[in-house]
């Protein structure tokens, strides 16, 4: 019998799938960064590449990416984004109704 230790940790498949979703959808945000022309803004306030961001831009510009996101990609599954035809310009972009008013 092999002895374990009681400080050993083990990966279940449940955290697997959800550190799968969560890099899914991380992919898929800035992927609509970059075809919306918003890269430079997904370095500096998402990676925090820019030290003199406030949290409240940092929180703006992530609700409205995600809200746009979600019109165009489904957030809760979090497939894999390179199949999504919305993200990589063969179909146009879904905008939500407070994006069309502005």
């Not at 969560?22 to 030290?51: M, P, Q, T, V, Y």
Request: proline share 6%; aromatic share 12%; glycine share 2%.
């Amino acid at each position: 019998m092999v002895k374990r230790r009681k400080d050993s940790f083990s990966i279940t498949p449940d955290m697997a799938a959800r550190a799968v979703r969560r890099s899914n959808f991380w992919k898929a945000f800035e992927k609509l960064c970059e075809r919306l022309g918003r890269r430079n803004d997904f370095f500096r306030l998402i990676r925090r590449r820019d030290a003199d961001a406030t949290i409240g831009e940092i929180t703006e510009f992530r609700r409205k990416m995600t809200r746009l996101l979600a019109f165009n990609y489904d957030v809760h599954r979090c497939p894999d984004p390179c199949c999504n035809k919305k993200l990589f310009g063969t179909e146009p972009l879904r905008y939500p109704p407070e994006w069309r008013q502005a």
